[in-house]
């Protein structure tokens, strides 16, 4: 049996800021990981290509505000920071 992946320890090194900030980016990744998991059936950040995070940038926050695509795009900003990649996004 294995345990499911904990994001809050994954993010841990990297995740700075007020509580607040941080359970918003943890709460985000977990979404951009379900997300991920159900299309793509990739359940670890370790695993995601750029593509996946693209396409998730494309389809989930799309409908939202301007505030919340942004948020959105830190989180990821801070996942790919801690899987030292060096993606760009231009959305």
């Not at 320890?9 to 159900?38: C, D, N, P, S, Y």
């Not at 900003?77 to 996004?89: C, H, I, N, V, Y």
Request: overall charge positive; charged content about 30%; glycine content about 4%.
């Amino acid at each position: 049996m294995s345990k499911p992946f904990d994001m809050e320890l994954f993010l841990a090194g990297v995740l700075t800021g007020a509580h607040a900030t941080r359970q918003r980016h943890l709460r985000q990744a977990k979404i951009i990981q379900a997300e991920i998991a159900e299309r793509w059936k990739r359940d670890t950040p370790s695993a995601w290509r750029r593509k996946h995070v693209t396409w998730f940038l494309e389809r989930r926050p799309n409908r939202r505000s301007d505030a919340t695509r942004y948020y959105y795009l830190l989180t990821v900003r801070l996942l790919a920071r801690r899987l030292q990649k060096t993606w760009g996004f231009n959305l």
